[in-house]
C-alpha cells in the first residue's frame, strides 16, 4: 500500500500591531495564499500575531483578527519557517513597547527567515535584528533609519533588500514584490510568475529596481500644461522630445519653458525625458527578447551607443549586463 507524504506547511508569522498599514499585511498573505492554490509544496500557512492576541486596527479602521499574542509565541516552541513585521503609522507606538520590542526579538531566534515590509523595518531594527545587515524601508524613513542606527546600512533606493536570511522591502506595495521574491526562493520563479499573474502584477520588480519611477521622483507640476505634457511623456518616448517640441506643446517659447519647467519639477526637460526613456527600455530589456538596438528605438533613442551612454549615467552598467541580472522572462 503507498503512503501519499503530505510536506508539512511553510509556517509564516505576520506580525502586526495597531496602527498597522493594511496592504502590507493583505498583500504579501495573498501572495502566499495564491501560491499555496498553485500548488506550491510546502505550502504556506499564515498566523497573525499581536502583542495581546486581541485584534488590532489598521490605519484605515480595518480590524484584523489575532491567531495568538507575541508574548505566547515568544514563550513557545513553535516552529517559525518565516517571521514578517508590517509597518504603518503605530510603529511609532510600537517602537515604546519594550515588551513588545523583546517578544519580537525572542521570537525571531525561532525563525529561519525574518522579513519586514515599510516601516516594520524599523522594529526589526530596534529589536537589534538588522545590525550588520542590509535594509531598506518606505523612502520617507531611510535617511532617519540610517541615523537612528548606524550599525544597520540602509539601501534608500531599492524595491526591496536580501541580506543573508533577512529581507527588507520599501513602502506598502513592495510588500508585494518582497514575497514575490520569497516564492521564487522557496518554489522557482515559473510559480512566481504565475502567481504574479494571478494577481495581475504586470512585471515582478527587482529589488535592485528604484523606488520611485522617473514620474515620481520628479516633483509634479503645478501649471496645468507643464503636468498635462508630463503624464503624456510617458506615451510618446519614441517621438521627437526636443526642448522645442515639448515647449510648443505648452504654448511657451522654449526659453519660457525651460525655465518654467525646472522650477516645477526640480529637474530639466532634457533629463525628465531620459529619465522615463531609461526606464521604458528596463522594462523591455527585463520583459522582451528584443535587440539592444530596437529596445532604444521603442523608446525614441536613435543609437544603441545612446542607450548605452544613458544606461552607463544613470545605473552604472550596460543593458547587456542589466538584462542578464534583471530578466523576467520565463525560463
Known amino acids: 500500500m503507498m503512503v501519499t507524504m503530505t510536506a508539512a506547511p511553510?509556517?509564516?508569522?505576520?506580525?502586526?500591531?495597531?496602527?498597522?498599514?493594511?496592504?502590507?499585511?493583505?498583500?504579501?498573505?495573498?501572495?502566499?495564499?495564491?501560491a499555496t492554490r498553485l500548488g506550491a509544496s510546502p505550502p504556506y500557512r499564515?498566523?497573525?500575531?499581536?502583542?495581546?492576541?486581541?485584534?488590532?486596527?489598521?490605519?484605515?479602521g480595518v480590524s484584523v483578527a489575532a491567531d495568538?499574542?507575541?508574548?505566547?509565541?515568544?514563550?513557545?516552541?513553535?516552529?517559525?519557517?518565516?517571521?514578517v513585521v508590517v509597518g504603518g503609522d503605530g510603529t511609532r507606538s510600537a517602537r515604546l513597547d519594550r515588551r513588545?520590542?523583546?517578544?519580537?526579538?525572542?521570537?525571531?531566534?525561532?525563525?529561519?527567515?525574518?522579513?519586514?515590509?515599510?516601516?516594520g523595518a524599523w522594529l526589526l531594527a530596534d529589536a537589534g535584528l538588522l545590525d550588520g545587515y542590509e535594509a531598506t524601508t518606505h523612502w520617507g524613513s531611510c535617511d532617519a533609519l540610517a541615523a537612528g542606527h548606524?550599525?544597520?546600512?540602509?539601501?534608500?533606493?531599492?524595491?526591496?533588500?536580501?541580506?543573508?536570511?533577512?529581507?527588507?522591502?520599501?513602502?506598502?506595495?513592495?510588500?508585494?514584490?518582497?514575497?514575490?521574491?520569497?516564492?521564487?526562493?522557496?518554489?522557482?520563479?515559473?510559480?512566481?510568475?504565475?502567481v504574479a499573474g494571478w494577481l495581475v502584477v504586470f512585471v515582478q520588480r527587482p529589488g535592485g529596481q528604484s523606488q520611485f519611477s522617473a514620474q515620481l521622483r520628479a516633483q509634479r507640476a503645478t501649471t496645468t500644461s507643464i503636468a498635462e505634457l508630463q503624464?503624456?511623456?510617458?506615451?510618446?518616448?519614441?517621438?521627437?522630445?526636443?526642448?522645442?517640441?515639448?515647449?510648443?506643446?505648452?504654448?511657451?517659447?522654449?526659453?519660457?519653458?525651460?525655465?518654467?519647467?525646472?522650477?516645477?519639477?526640480?529637474?530639466?526637460?532634457?533629463?525628465?525625458?531620459?529619465?522615463?526613456?531609461?526606464?521604458?527600455?528596463?522594462?523591455?530589456?527585463?520583459?522582451?527578447?528584443?535587440?539592444?538596438?530596437a529596445v532604444a528605438g521603442r523608446v525614441g533613442m536613435k543609437h544603441a551607443e545612446t542607450l548605452h551612454r544613458a544606461f552607463h549615467r544613470r545605473l552604472g552598467t550596460t543593458p547587456d549586463r542589466y538584462r542578464q541580472h534583471f530578466s523576467r522572462r520565463a525560463s
Open 10 to 34: 511553510h509556517n509564516v508569522v505576520v506580525v502586526a500591531f495597531d496602527g498597522l498599514q493594511l496592504l502590507d499585511l493583505a498583500g504579501p498573505v495573498e501572495v502566499l495564499r495564491t
Open 100 to 119: 513588545f520590542l523583546a517578544d519580537l526579538a525572542t521570537a525571531a531566534k525561532r525563525a529561519d527567515r525574518i522579513a519586514s515590509v515599510c516601516t
Open 231 to 293: 503624464a503624456w511623456l510617458g506615451e510618446h518616448l519614441d517621438e521627437s522630445l526636443a526642448v522645442d517640441d515639448l515647449a510648443a506643446r505648452t504654448g511657451m517659447s522654449p526659453r519660457t519653458f525651460a525655465r518654467a519647467f525646472r522650477r516645477e519639477t526640480g529637474t530639466t526637460p532634457a533629463v525628465f525625458v531620459e529619465g522615463l526613456r531609461v526606464e521604458a527600455a528596463r522594462r523591455l530589456l527585463e520583459t522582451t527578447d528584443l535587440t539592444v538596438a
Open 150 to 194: 548606524p550599525g544597520v546600512r540602509v539601501l534608500p533606493d531599492r524595491i526591496y533588500v536580501h541580506d543573508r536570511d533577512r529581507w527588507t522591502s520599501a513602502g506598502v506595495t513592495a510588500g508585494v514584490d518582497l514575497f514575490l521574491a520569497l516564492v521564487q526562493a522557496d518554489h522557482g520563479a515559473a510559480i512566481a510568475h504565475e
Open 68 to 83: 495568538v499574542s507575541l508574548a505566547a509565541l515568544a514563550g513557545s516552541g513553535d516552529q517559525i519557517d518565516t517571521l
Open 46 to 60: 499564515t498566523l497573525v500575531t499581536t502583542p495581546d492576541g486581541q485584534p488590532v486596527r489598521s490605519e484605515s
